[in-house]
């Protein structure tokens, strides 16, 4: 028995109608999918956007024989996006529209609002704030811990501060030697070329000492431990955070102040000025060698001149804000991995913020040093 054929399909059409009120209508069939609109849909776009113009026509497309998401969206954006109150739809054909009504709902339009960057502004502030209240808290609560080791030493978290002194310590000794001996070195050749033009090449040794022991040493090494050990600690204390084991710390009422935070910030204090020594030290080296090859100055000749162009109380400076630098990378990458929320997203927007923070707040601090000791150790007489 021989089958019936299928209906053959017809090319895409739109033409005016009228509807059963009288009103006039757009009557669309044949074939609305991309193959068939592959070279018809300019045409197809111009003639549905004309018929379009008239808020208030019927639209009858229940003679479509095939439709996909294409022609389903070349349809949609003739009406402005928005489904005509008229409509005669096949029921099959229901789904495509449905999609496209409950993307444009998904996305409404903000509005606009003259005050946003004010608002900008005042959000940023409170968080600010917030943040610093934040600080403020647990720098209270590790001195309430410190307080309480002080009375009952026996206590103390003192295999915790051996092994974050050797994570943050003894493993940065690599990289900040050989960033140190790289700075020396650009530093030595971008300053002998000035030097010789005026003859005054044994400065170097001056403008080498003070700039690597007071400024660069200090800072180079405080940077490289914020983005080395500060995002370690946040990210530490964030997996912690996720895993929920911050939590079963205080289920069992051990203060993760003293066991994590305390430790890692007393760490930092102690290892802090002694890296700040070992890439000071390794950047003149560096500079030395850069001097002789440049300027012709012995290297014997150049740590000789040293400690006479360097007062003693730079070294100390130094010293001083590596103590500083150190409390205050380990107070934020703490305080940053404390405040991560139970997903992977929140870690790294806190391990971001905290390196981030830490490094701005090294140079706010430098700059501070250099304004409150800009008359000590600058003159050599």
Excluded at 27 to 48: F, N, P, V, Y
Excluded at 232 to 259: C, F, K, N, Y
Excluded at 265 to 271: N, R, T
Excluded at 300 to 316: D, E, K, Q
């Amino acid at each position: 028995m021989q089958q019936p054929s299928a209906p053959a399909v017809l090319e895409p059409e739109v033409r005016q109608a009228r509807a059963a009120d009288g009103a006039t209508a757009a009557a669309l069939s044949g074939a609305w999918d991309i193959r068939a609109l592959e070279s018809r849909a300019r045409l197809l776009k111009s003639q549905l956007r004309q018929l379009a113009a008239d808020p208030g026509r019927h639209w009858d497309l229940s003679r479509i024989q095939r439709l996909d998401h294409i022609g389903a969206l070349l349809i949609w954006q003739a009406w402005g996006k928005r489904r005509p109150a008229q409509l005669a739809l096949a029921h099959g054909h229901e789904v495509f529209f449905s999609n496209l009504d409950s993307a444009a709902a998904a996305v409404p339009a903000a509005p606009f609002d003259p005050l946003r960057l004010v608002r900008a502004l005042g959000a940023a502030m409170l968080l600010t704030a917030e943040h610093l209240l934040g600080m403020v808290q647990l720098i209270g609560q590790i001195l309430i811990d410190s307080f309480g080791l002080i009375r009952h030493p026996l206590r103390g978290p003192w295999r915790e501060i051996s092994a974050s002194l050797f994570r943050v310590g003894t493993q940065a000794l690599g990289i900040t030697a050989l960033v140190g001996f790289l700075i020396g070195v650009v530093l030595s050749y971008l300053s002998a070329e000035q030097l010789k033009a005026f003859g005054a090449n044994i400065f170097i040794i001056n403008l080498l000492g003070m700039g690597i022991i007071r400024e660069l040493g200090p800072v180079i090494a405080a940077v490289l431990v914020a983005g080395r050990s500060g995002s370690a600690i946040t990210a530490q204390l964030g997996v912690m955070r996720v895993t929920e084991e911050l939590d079963a710390l205080s289920v069992m009422g051990i203060p993760h102040t003293v066991r994590l935070i305390l430790p890692k910030i007393v760490a930092l204090a102690i290892a802090m000025p002694l890296l700040i020594l070992w890439t000071s030290g390794i950047a003149l080296i560096g500079g030395a060698l850069a001097a002789n090859t440049q300027l012709g100055i012995s290297v014997h000749s150049f740590f000789i001149g040293l400690p006479g162009a360097v007062p003693t109380v730079n070294l100390w400076l130094a010293m001083g804000k590596g103590v500083v630098f150190g409390a205050l990378i380990a107070l934020i990458a703490c305080h940053f991995g404390l405040r991560v929320q139970p997903n992977t997203e929140s870690l790294g927007i806190g391990t971001t913020n905290s390196v981030v923070t830490s490094i701005t707040a090294v140079i706010v601090a430098d700059a501070i040093f250099a304004v409150i000791f800009s008359d000590v150790g600058i003159s050599l007489s």
